[in-house]
Structure formats: structure tokens, C-alpha cells
């Protein structure tokens, strides 16, 4: 393994130590050899699902997921997000560099109910949108590829049609509809996951699938300068009892695309081949249903893995010779039921010398993994389970690089397989503290003592409850001892309701006083409008307060 790949294992075993529950050792030893190394990569809220997985010139990964605000238990209270962390639902986009320094940022999130704070910079410069009408139900997984000058391409399906995004390290996102259905989706399906690649020039083609009520139709768009343009690629006939479309795939191969998809009619994965103007179908697998299918291609070859519905999951070669298919493991077969981000899916890469890596998600096992030419040999990727889904795969001669879901823990998982040279990280660095305002809030001015100094450091504040008189006007002191770090406090009638009295955002050390105006006896809300997620707590307006 190459010292750039040595350097990304050890930020992904740092990642690992810093994610790790209460260590006890001064260093963790990963040794020696090669292994597959797994990490958390990212656990703030849900996030993880449909990831996809693209790798730089220099062999270092880009990862697409989506992200959701976390699902938590009555009683329970999500891990705060850290400051400069993008806005959820959106979709994210994480990277790792030489040094093994991983950043998280986005490419389009949903703006903030208490508005963007300012002074504020999310990495890759994402795409705030009102209201982004995003869930886990009516998206359907991500796809990535990065350019030779470091420009990502990302493609989407959400709601109601597939998106494309592009943006690279320090600069800023773009995103635009390539394809639109015409309605709101509320669960997806009819529209498949898409497939991305890159052709000689660097432009962007997406493939996806749509089922209407004629059948399939399946797509490939384009985008030359700054125009879109969407064809039907291929169609299938309806098959009554059949599962959704699955995700579709493209690849260029001799200067020419090349789209993969599932025919569930047909009971087939064919190939759509552009060919001057003409797009000609060929049969790349008979008795194959091409579910969660992936594509990658490595030289003059593409690799396109699925599971064929009888049993197993494949794995197909194409290049200018006939397609020759290979069975990389048994596999119980997906289940027709579930569709989008809830749906099986598979993922393939190889390198230079040949060597396949083949991943997917089992029914009964979890998350699976291979590697192999002729015949494929399991990789143990530690303890799994039927939880582990949604795998997605990179490869270089610096390496394989795997994404993954685990969707028990709402977590992005990424782990490398190579030569994991003498290992050692540190303990992980102190976890963030969140302000637990809304717990505080029953007996919050019980005692009727004024309470009326506040400061903030890091990003909590160190009281959540504030105490006033009724009645009477009152100032607030806020000391904001966060060095280089922005803070206000904002007093509101309620929690998303209407601001009372709010001081100017301030980067710390600073000290403001607020003066609010005679309230009324009762409960209101306060938070930090750059951090209302972390910051927050009640002020209570207590009749006879001194």
C-alpha cells in the first residue's frame, strides 16, 4: 500500500478511536497486514443511506449519502451537531485527505427554520433550500463521480424526479432537475437510483429508470455546456408481481456510453449502447433480474453486479468483447416488497490486476463482502448485521474503499482494504456537550430567584433556565467566552415562535446586554440563532421573582 493510502487507514482508525464508547487504552494498535479496516464516518443524526463512493486522482474517497434529522426514542436526545455541520435532510457529501483528515459537508441542505447563521462556512459550499422536500420514503439512493481537476458529480433521485449536483473542495454546489416526473412521490420506486459517469470531456451522464403505466423507460441525460438532454435509452414491458425498478447504471466504454439496467419482463439484464446516434439493446445475462444492481469500470472494462432473483448475486464483465458473467456467492433473494432506500442493493469495483470486489447486503447474514477473478473468497468485514445495508465500492492501487448504512445506528460506515501497516491513534479528543433546554423547563423558576446572566462557551450555553420578574422590564447579560466562535441569544414568545428580543451575532470573547421589555407571567423560549439546535432553554417570567 502506498504511504497516501497509508495515511487514509490511519485517519480512518483515528475516525474510529474518536467514535469509540469510553476507551480505556492510551493508544488502540490496529496491527499489521492486510485486513479490511471499518469505521463509523459519520454518526451525527441518521445519515448513511444510499451512499455512493467515488475516488480522486489520487486515490482518496468522495462519499454521497443522505442525511435526516436523527429518529430517537421518547426520551432520548440527539447528539448535537457540531458548528459549520450542514443542515438536515440534505444531501451530504464527506471527504478524507492525504493526512487522513475527514471533512463533512453537503452539496444541497434544507435552510434552517431560525435562518443561516452568519460567519458560518459549510465545506463544498452546499445548496440551501426552503423547505427541501427530502425523506428517507420518497428518495432513492445517490451516485458519485470525481473528475481528473477534482470536480464532483453527484446524481439524486428525491420525490419528484432525479437531480444533479457538482461542486469540489473550497468551492460551491450547484444543483439543478434533470429529469421530472410530473408528481410528488411519497414513497419512492417508480423512479430507480441513479448511475453516474464521466466521458472523455468531463461531461456529466446520468442514467435512471422510470415505470409508468406502459412499462418501463429508461433513461440516459446528458449535459453539454448548460443544457440537459434526457432519452429513452431502452423499454420493457409491465410484469405484474415484479419488484421496482432497481438502480440503473452507466459506464463509458470506447468513447460510448453504456447504460446497465434490470428487465423484469424479459427476466434479463440488458445493455443500452449508444452507437453514433442509434441506441442498440443487448442481453448481457438471461434468467437475471438485475436487482440492486451497481456498475463501475476499471480500463476497457465495466463491472456490473446484481443479484438475479434465483438465488444468487452475480457479477458481468463488458468491454468490446460478448458480456461473460460470473457467480460471486448464493444469496437469498430481495424481497419484491421493498422499494427506494428500503430496497437490497449490491455494489462492485476492481483493480488494475484484475482482482473483482463484489458487496452486498444479505437478508439473513448482513453485510457481505468478496473478492475474486474466476472465483470469489469472502473478506471479513467483523461483526454484522441484517442492519448493514446499502453498500457502495471504489477502487485504485492505493486501494478499496467500502460505504455502507447501518441503519440501527443511523450511521455512514467507509472501511479500507489493504495493508494496514502498524496502526496507532490516540484517545478520542472530549465529546461535545449539548444544552438540555427543554428538560429544564418544569421546574425552571420554581424558587422565584432572578436569574439573569448567561454565557456560552464552546457550543452550550452554561445555564438553560432564566428567571425574571413579571411585569417589569428586565436586561439579560450575555457573556459569550467562545474565542473565534459566533453567538447570540434570542428571547421568543415560544419554541418557533416570534422573536421578542434578540442581540446582534458576536464572534467571542464578547459581552452584550439584552433589554426586554415588561412580560407577562409564564414560560418562554430562548436560543442561540446560529445554534438552535445545541443552544437553548426556558425563560420563565415568574409573578414575585427577586
Not at 472501511?415 to 465529546?431: C, K, R, T, W
Request: include cysteine.
Amino acid at each position: 500500500m502506498s504511504k497516501r493510502s497509508f495515511a487514509l487507514g490511519a485517519g480512518l482508525a483515528l475516525l474510529a478511536a474518536a467514535c469509540a464508547a469510553n476507551p480505556t487504552a492510551t493508544s488502540i494498535d490496529f496491527g499489521s497486514g492486510v485486513r479490511f479496516l471499518p469505521v463509523v464516518a459519520d454518526s451525527l443524526d441518521n445519515v448513511g443511506l444510499g451512499s455512493a463512493v467515488a475516488l480522486d486522482a489520487s486515490g482518496l474517497p468522495y462519499v454521497t449519502y443522505l442525511g435526516f434529522p436523527a429518529v430517537v426514542k421518547q426520551g432520548e436526545i440527539p447528539v448535537p451537531r457540531p458548528v459549520g455541520s450542514p443542515f438536515l435532510p440534505g444531501v451530504l457529501l464527506s471527504s478524507v485527505d492525504a493526512n487522513g483528515v475527514w471533512t463533512h459537508g453537503a452539496i444541497e441542505q434544507s435552510k434552517p427554520k431560525a435562518g443561516l447563521p452568519t460567519g458560518i462556512t459549510i465545506p463544498f459550499g452546499p445548496v440551501t433550500t426552503d423547505n427541501l422536500q427530502l425523506t428517507a420514503d420518497d428518495s432513492n439512493g445517490t451516485a458519485v463521480a470525481v473528475g481528473s481537476d477534482g470536480t464532483v458529480h453527484a446524481a439524486w433521485t428525491m420525490r419528484d424526479g432525479v437531480y444533479y449536483g457538482t461542486t469540489k473542495a473550497g468551492g460551491t454546489s450547484t444543483v439543478e432537475q434533470v429529469f421530472n416526473y410530473g408528481t410528488a412521490l411519497s414513497l419512492a420506486g417508480p423512479i430507480s437510483a441513479p448511475g453516474i459517469a464521466l466521458d472523455a470531456d468531463g461531461n456529466p451522464w446520468v442514467a435512471f429508470s422510470v415505470l409508468g403505466s406502459k412499462g418501463l423507460e429508461v433513461h440516459a441525460a446528458t449535459l453539454n455546456g448548460s443544457k440537459w438532454t434526457d432519452q429513452v435509452v431502452a423499454t420493457a414491458g409491465s410484469c405484474n408481481g415484479c419488484a421496482q425498478p432497481g438502480p440503473t447504471g452507466i459506464a463509458i466504454l470506447g468513447g460510448n456510453p453504456v447504460v446497465v439496467f434490470g428487465d423484469a419482463a424479459k427476466d434479463a439484464v440488458e445493455t443500452a449502447t449508444m452507437h453514433w446516434s442509434k441506441w442498440v439493446v443487448n442481453v448481457a445475462q438471461t434468467h437475471a433480474q438485475g436487482l440492486g444492481l451497481s456498475v463501475s469500470t476499471t480500463g476497457t472494462t465495466a463491472y456490473a453486479s446484481y443479484y438475479t432473483g434465483h438465488g444468487t448475486v452475480d457479477v458481468s464483465l463488458m468491454n468490446d468483447h460478448a458480456p461473460t458473467t460470473k457467480e460471486v456467492a448464493k444469496a437469498p433473494n430481495p424481497s419484491p416488497s421493498k422499494t427506494g432506500n428500503s430496497a437490497s442493493r449490491t455494489a462492485v469495483a476492481a483493480t488494475k490486476d484484475g482482482t473483482i470486489y463484489v458487496a452486498w447486503d444479505d437478508q439473513t447474514k448482513g453485510l457481505q463482502f468478496a473478492s475474486g477473478t474466476d472465483t470469489f473468497t469472502p473478506i471479513d468485514v467483523g461483526p454484522s448485521t441484517t442492519g448493514d445495508m446499502h453498500p457502495a465500492l471504489a477502487a485504485s492501487d492505493t486501494g478499496v474503499v467500502l460505504s455502507w448504512y447501518d441503519s440501527v445506528n443511523q450511521n455512514l460506515m467507509v472501511g479500507i482494504q489493504g495493508d494496514v501497516q502498524n496502526i496507532l491513534v490516540a484517545n478520542p479528543p472530549p465529546s461535545i456537550v449539548p444544552s438540555f433546554g427543554a428538560s429544564s423547563s418544569a421546574s425552571c423558576g420554581q424558587d422565584k430567584k432572578i436569574l439573569l446572566d448567561i454565557s456560552a462557551t464552546g457550543t452550550s450555553f452554561d445555564t438553560t433556565c432564566l428567571v425574571s420578574p413579571a411585569s417589569k422590564g428586565f436586561t439579560i447579560s450575555f457573556d459569550n467566552k467562545a474565542t473565534g466562535i459566533q453567538h447570540n441569544i434570542d428571547v421568543f414568545d415560544k419554541k418557533g415562535g416570534t422573536s421578542l428580543a434578540s442581540t446582534q451575532v458576536a464572534t467571542g470573547p464578547a459581552q452584550e446586554s439584552l433589554p426586554v421589555k415588561p412580560l407577562g407571567a409564564g414560560t418562554y423560549y430562548f436560543q442561540c440563532d446560529v445554534h438552535p439546535t445545541l443552544m437553548f432553554g426556558t425563560l420563565a417570567v415568574v409573578k414575585g421573582a427577586s
